[in-house]
């Protein structure tokens, strides 16, 4: 399926809105992503979970860094805490997240 902007059909998250904190990670190395999709962090940064892509492009996370948002390499990532359990799958297009 032509997917367009999105990177997979399917997404995990901890509620139906995609807004509570999956889970919580210290990136293991930088990373400069490649466009402003991505969020960008250094080596020892907090990294924020807030839903998972699953299907065709399942090494692709979202979180936060700080204020901004974006995607990443879910392998950079060293999860040491969980916020929640429960793993909801929905459509990519069913939720937005919006930080201002």
Do not use: Q
């Not at 990294?47 to 995607?71: C, M, N, R």
């Amino acid at each position: 399926p032509d997917l367009g902007r999105r990177f997979a059909e399917r997404k995990r998250c901890a509620d139906p809105e995609c807004s509570m904190l999956m889970c919580r990670g210290k990136a293991m190395r930088d990373f400069k992503g490649p466009d402003c999709r991505f969020v960008n962090f250094k080596k020892g940064e907090a990294v924020y979970v807030y839903y998972k892509l699953i299907g065709e492009s399942t090494e692709l996370w979202a979180g936060s860094v700080g204020s901004d948002f974006g995607y990443f390499p879910k392998d950079l990532l060293e999860i040491n805490h969980n916020y929640s359990n429960e793993e909801l799958e929905l459509p990519t297009d069913v939720s937005i997240l919006f930080f201002f």
